[in-house]
């Protein structure tokens, strides 16, 4: 019953993204499976106890990375049962959490990216194509995260300004810049999307090929269909997108803080992690170029 209250509050007052929202779900059904096991309640438990679920969903096969947000979603759940009077303590506040390696954002080669977009070829003439080159500028052009591409209704786009609204994480608003190529290619994919007469004229921009609201397998589809014509890499999902796009700007210059603000990042750290993929870049590029390397 807490759990379904849980989720509920993170869903419509922390504003937490589907996807959070469910694998906290799962987290919190896996634990509950364990305070069975010992027979205690949630109120019972004791910090040896919590180390121990920890080390037990460790040695059952899961990184270190993924041990962490186990960590935090129980953490989240007794801050809110302490919030509800439900329990004094929380046994898993001095847990501390796992040491994980730093991975470098995996990017696809932004030259034979731009190539791919530029190529009439590229994309089949029809309403799909054109959704599909869309969703695939849109990611690129604008660094948005999936569930953002996912949020946006036509409404939000002004293209007057040049500006789309973007609503992400926390339901944190931001204005996000479009260059001149994206604004003539979502007006003409507008334009598309009314000819097809669908049904139900879905207020969302990118939809299905029956006009209904589009889902993150579909968005999945699609940048992995084509960043697989360009790329031999085993990860080709939107995200590797985003991270292209933040790598691209800090190439060419662009200031860290401003990278921050177009990600709609909460701090500098989690833009920071950009610079490391430059400095390996001019390694690459040192070793190759310079004759004592």
């Given at each position: 019953m807490f759990i379904d209250h849980f989720?509920?509050?993170?869903?419509?007052?922390?504003?937490f993204s589907k996807h959070t929202v469910t694998a906290y779900g799962h987290e919190l059904a896996v634990y509950t499976d364990y305070l069975q096991t010992l027979d205690v309640d949630a109120a019972q438990m004791t910090h040896r106890q919590a180390r121990a679920y920890l080390a037990m969903r460790l040695e059952s096969g899961l990184t270190p990375a993924s041990v962490n947000r186990s960590l935090a979603a129980i953490r989240s759940y007794y801050r809110f049962l302490m919030r509800e009077g439900v329990v004094t303590q929380n046994p898993f506040v001095l847990v501390k959490a796992l040491k994980t390696s730093k991975k470098l954002p995996v990017t696809v080669d932004k030259d034979k990216l731009s190539a791919l977009l530029d190529?009439?070829?590229?994309?089949?003439?029809?309403?799909?194509?054109?959704?599909?080159?869309?969703?695939?500028e849109l990611l690129f052009g604008t660094g948005i995260r999936l569930s953002e591409l996912l949020q946006i209704r036509e409404?939000?786009?002004d293209f007057y300004s040049g500006n789309i609204r973007i609503f992400g994480k926390r339901n944190k608003e931001r204005l996000v810049p479009m260059n001149k190529s994206l604004q003539a290619l979502l007006q003409y994919y507008i334009d598309e999307k009314i000819k097809q007469y669908?049904?139900?004229?879905?207020?969302?921009?990118?939809?299905?090929?029956k006009g209904k609201d589009a889902y993150p397998r579909l968005i999945y589809?699609?940048?992995t269909q084509y960043l697989s014509t360009i790329s031999p890499q085993q990860k080709k999902s939107p995200h590797v997108l985003r991270h292209t796009f933040a790598t691209a700007l800090l190439d060419n210059g662009a200031d860290l803080n401003a990278i921050k603000e177009l990600l709609?990042?909460?701090?500098?750290?989690a833009t920071q992690i950009y610079t490391h993929n430059s400095v390996e870049r001019l390694k690459s590029i040192y070793k190759q170029a310079h004759p004592k390397a």
């Open positions: 989720i509920h509050f993170l869903t419509y007052e922390k504003r190529s009439a070829g590229s994309f089949p003439d029809s309403f799909e194509g054109v959704r599909d080159k869309a969703v695939l409404e939000h786009i669908f049904d139900n004229n879905s207020s969302y921009l990118i939809v299905t090929k589809d699609i940048v709609g990042h909460a701090g500098l750290a």
